[in-house]
């Protein structure tokens, strides 16, 4: 559960007048994100009037800037350093979250915006876990909350926090709601070594970077859909090239990037495939996601490209400017993979196949579609790979916009795809 609602959207094609300028981008995507006169060093970005007229050549950024404007404005993120033992536990709530007394805050800023060194906050995301488990508190508080059993959580708390090492230092990250007036904590984290690579920063890196790419390569891409609240962004990235792989079958790539404000991972990016299938005069068409990328030496990476937040910039855009080359690898690996997808001979056992791993899928985001999606599995019988094409985009359409589901349905029908079609090949 997000402390802001989620914006979603989605687009089949670049929208008539979406591009935006450096300026509009560096107007947005300056604020909350200290690191922005390092970013625009790293790719020789001027600031002055006519440098900043020039375009991102990217469809639909301006609808995604506005969108990532009007969140910024609903929220102040705060990020405080704290001593562990300054973190009292207040009450458990309905619905897993926590309130917690903090006190001993010594940021002047914050102290001016609170008049006190001290405020209540609630639990978001990983926070509760975060705090708790540093004791190995957190099921057993859920278990004393639902047996009424709060005030002896609260007395457990007391004596296992006054007995922690005194100098226990964390970074609490703190989020105000300016509607509901209200702060809340998203995490804790080390205080030393972390770097605040929030959604701004990695939506700015990742369009320059693909501005220079659009530029060098002559290139059209456009963003297809994002999802983003206060803490999280997911956005698709679509390029209109085909990659050809015989006369039936070709594919389109999209690039999507995932940054979790609150997670180690700041951000990763990977490489998702639209394969296309002509049988006749009809085509038909389904997104596939590789599950690892082969690197160097014959080692696999779950992602293609990922930085934390201990990196320094430099060493995060070092790795952003890889991009080109790792889009030319992973074109490639996956344009090889695909090819066997018509190699298939029982597109029924695919079938199956796909039905027993979707009536295995744990994803909490997943789960409440596993009912339809089984049930539209069953709804048609499949003897060609065409046919097994149709029936796999009708599932995906129960998705909506939702991009995460997406994500993961995608990533199933890699397995399932490649696997069956190399073992029939």
């Not at 033992?85 to 709530?93: A, E, F, G, Q, T």
């Not at 090239?241 to 990037?257: A, F, G, Q």
């Not at 997808?341 to 695919?350: G, Q, T």
């Not at 069953?378 to 985009?393: D, H, K, Q, T």
Request: aromatic fraction near 10%; glycine fraction near 2%.
């Amino acid at each position: 559960m997000g402390i802001i609602k989620a914006t979603r959207k989605q687009y089949s094609q670049e929208e008539p007048n979406s591009l935006a300028s450096l300026k509009q981008a560096y107007s947005v995507l300056s604020q909350d994100n200290e690191f922005i006169d390092e970013v625009l060093s790293c790719y020789s970005v001027k600031t002055d009037e006519q440098s900043m007229k020039g375009p991102l050549l990217i469809g639909n950024v301006k609808q995604l800037l506005a969108d990532i404007s009007e969140l910024d404005q609903q929220t102040d993120k705060i990020d405080a350093i704290v001593n562990l033992k300054n973190i009292h536990l207040d009450k458990v709530l309905e619905n897993e979250h926590v309130l917690f007394n903090i006190h001993g805050i010594q940021e002047a800023e914050l102290i001016k915006r609170l008049k006190a060194d001290h405020l209540t906050v609630e639990s978001r995301y990983s926070a509760r876990t975060d705090i708790l488990e540093y004791y190995n508190l957190s099921k057993f508080a859920s278990f004393l909350h639902t047996n009424n059993m709060d005030s002896y959580a609260r007395q457990i708390w007391e004596t296992l926090r006054t007995s922690a090492i005194q100098d226990k230092k964390c970074m609490a990250r703190l989020i105000y709601h300016k509607e509901e007036e209200k702060y809340y904590i998203r995490a804790i984290t080390s205080a030393n070594g972390y770097k605040r690579y929030g959604i701004n920063f990695s939506v700015l890196v990742i369009l320059l970077a693909l501005n220079e790419y659009v530029k060098n390569r002559q290139e059209h891409v456009f963003i297809e859909s994002y999802e983003i609240d206060d803490s999280r962004i997911t956005m698709s990235i679509q390029f209109d090239k085909r990659i050809r792989l015989d006369e039936d079958m070709y594919l389109t790539l999209n690039l999507s990037l995932e940054n979790d404000e609150i997670r180690q991972s700041s951000v990763i990016l990977n490489a998702e495939f639209r394969v296309v299938y002509k049988k006749d005069e009809e085509e038909s068409d389904i997104f596939i996601k590789p599950t690892n990328y082969l690197k160097e030496h014959g080692a696999y990476s779950q992602d293609m490209l990922t930085y934390s937040h201990g990196v320094n910039v430099k060493t995060a855009i070092s790795r952003v400017s890889e991009l080109p080359k790792m889009i030319d690898k992973y074109i490639e690996q996956v344009s090889k993979d695909a090819v066997a997808i018509k190699s298939i001979k029982e597109p029924k056992l695919v079938q199956e196949f796909i039905q027993q791993k979707i009536k295995n899928a744990r994803k909490d985001e997943f789960v409440g579609y596993k009912p339809e999606i089984i049930k539209k599995l069953a709804s048609m019988e499949v003897n060609s790979v065409f046919e097994l094409f149709e029936l796999l985009r009708k599932v995906e359409e129960l998705f909506g916009d939702d991009i995460k589901s997406k994500n993961f349905w995608r990533e199933k029908l890699y397995e399932a795809l490649i696997k069956r079609g190399k073992e029939d090949k």
